[in-house]
């Protein structure tokens, strides 16, 4: 059974481009997260889906972030305009568990981001 | 609001016992988990506990005490391997937070 995938694995950029991170949950599973992690800050939960819908984005750190999940296999997380201060390792988790799904979620490979 | 303290690092050898502890303050418990991340690798789930007590996955066991806001993750028969960054989670929706991970080194 595949993991959680994660696309790209690593995207450098410069400074106001648009950077779009892709994520596909593990199949069947109700809850995917979107994290930032950072050597400063640790490991912070952007937003979470349960069944498609987005049920608080309020770790969204500016309006500049942005997320989707149009389908049950595919999620995006969108920044526009990029900032060198966004520069970490995004994860995407899937869980199996809707609504209770926080304490057990597999997690993707990462994508490092560097904008420049 | 939720917040976690855990040692910043851990040192022992191959073959050993460590215990990394970990504890909260939350508005709303939900139990706490562990995880697991190796340099430049992701966090992996090792194990969650909703009630009091002690849980055994192998050689990792999980404790939880929920009047003393505590916890910790013990790692029995150490392998090189073990060496990674382990971290507790408490609370839920967006009030859910991951400690600041405990570096463990396992030495030969």
């Known amino acids: 059974d595949a993991g959680v995938i994660q696309s790209p694995r690593h995207e450098v950029t410069e400074m106001g481009q648009e950077v779009t991170l892709r994520c596909k949950p593990i199949?069947?599973?109700?809850?995917l997260f979107w994290y930032r992690q950072t050597m400063m800050r640790g490991l912070e939960l952007l937003i979470y889906f349960n069944n498609n819908v987005p049920i608080d984005d309020s770790g969204m750190p500016e309006d500049r972030f942005s997320a989707k999940m149009p389908n049950a296999s595919f999620s995006t997380l969108k920044i526009q305009p990029s900032e060198p201060r966004d520069s970490a390792v995004y994860f995407c988790a899937s869980s199996p568990l809707a609504g209770q799904g926080f304490y057990e979620q597999y997690f993707g490979p990462g994508t490092r981001l560097t904008v420049t | 609001g939720q917040s976690l303290e855990q040692p910043s690092e851990v040192t022992a050898v191959e073959g050993a016992i460590v215990q990394i502890n970990c504890t909260y303050q939350?508005?709303?418990?939900?139990?706490l988990s562990w995880y697991q991340q190796h340099d430049g690798g992701a966090p992996t789930f090792l194990s969650y506990n909703g009630l009091d007590g002690l849980e055994e996955t192998g050689r990792f066991s999980s404790f939880l005490s929920r009047s003393d806001s505590y916890g910790y993750l013990l790692l029995q028969e150490l392998q090189m391997k073990d060496s990674a960054s382990y971290f507790c989670?408490?609370?839920?929706?967006?009030?859910?937070?991951f400690g600041p991970g405990t570096r463990l080194s396992v030495l030969p």
């Open positions: 199949s069947g599973h109700n809850s």
């Open positions: 939350t508005s709303g418990f939900y139990g």
């Open positions: 989670a408490v609370g839920r929706g967006q009030n859910f937070v």
